[in-house]
């Protein structure tokens, strides 16, 4: 499936990444599936799932974007599990150095964080999946096995949402409040929601600090909050809801709050 509408351009910073070389697809042939995500018990389940997948061989886990160069030089993946979110880059700027050298390579984003946000955005990228880790682990393994047919996997919902797009437009009142968020401020409210701080943020952004905290201003006032620590406070109750809390929501609750806290 490909989408209509201008592609995300990530600004990333560069990780130098070995070349892969191109190996024939054939069902006598065994496929290779590595994970990159900051927790081990990811990889320990999805290793022992695989196993039920004909001619797919699991080839290890790596924790971080640079962790990883090693791993993807040592087994030649096919396929790639890779979180939204690492210690050290953002999953879509790295899905995206990664094409640009691999370009046959299948990209699944695995991930707590809510997919009308953040699937289209991938898929525009070059990946070819996004699941929900709040998704049965089944969904994952069929979201493996369209890719290896070279497929594009998404929910029933996110594939409705994303057809009718394409075909129809959608109005203000079905876009998602954070689509008016440029790809870059929304890695930036991803990484404040996990508490980095503008240096940590522009550390694995590869951003100076000066153009992080120019990205924050951004996202607070898009998002209409009165300040850095109210901004900062969603952005925190919103990692905790998976990306589904909304800022409208988030301002109402907080006003009624204060009206109750002056009335006690």
Do not use: C
Request: aromatic content about 6%; cysteine-free.
């Amino acid at each position: 499936m490909f989408l209509t509408g201008i592609a995300v351009k990530p600004e990333a910073g560069t990780v130098t990444l070995p070349q892969r070389s191109s190996t024939p697809d054939t069902p006598s042939v065994s496929n290779k599936l590595v994970v990159i995500d900051r927790h081990p018990i990811i990889g320990d389940a999805i290793s022992s799932k695989i196993k039920r997948i004909q001619h797919l061989e699991y080839g290890g886990q790596a924790y971080t974007a640079m962790g990883s160069v090693d791993l993807i030089e040592a087994q030649n993946p096919d396929v790639i599990v890779l979180s939204l979110s690492l210690p050290d880059a953002y999953g879509l700027d790295f899905a995206s150095q990664l094409l640009s050298l691999h370009r046959e390579l299948r990209i699944i984003i695995y991930t707590q964080y809510e997919e009308q946000i953040f699937a289209e955005r991938a898929i525009e990228v070059g990946v070819m999946g996004y699941v929900m880790k709040r998704a049965p682990v089944s969904d994952l393994m069929k979201g493996i096995q369209s890719v290896l047919r070279n497929e594009t996997y998404l929910s029933a919902s996110m594939t409705v949402r994303l057809l009718n797009k394409i075909t129809k437009g959608f109005s203000e009142s079905v876009s998602h409040v954070l689509d008016k968020l440029t790809h870059r401020e929304l890695s930036v409210l991803l990484m404040l929601s996990e508490g980095s701080n503008p240096n940590e943020i522009a550390d694995r952004l590869k951003l100076d600090r000066k153009t992080v905290e120019t990205h924050r201003r951004r996202v607070k006032e898009k998002l209409e909050f009165t300040s850095i620590s109210e901004l900062i406070r969603f952005a925190t109750q919103w990692r905790q809801t998976q990306g589904r809390l909304l800022p409208k929501t988030f301002l109402q609750e907080t006003t009624q709050e204060h009206a109750l806290n002056l009335t006690s």
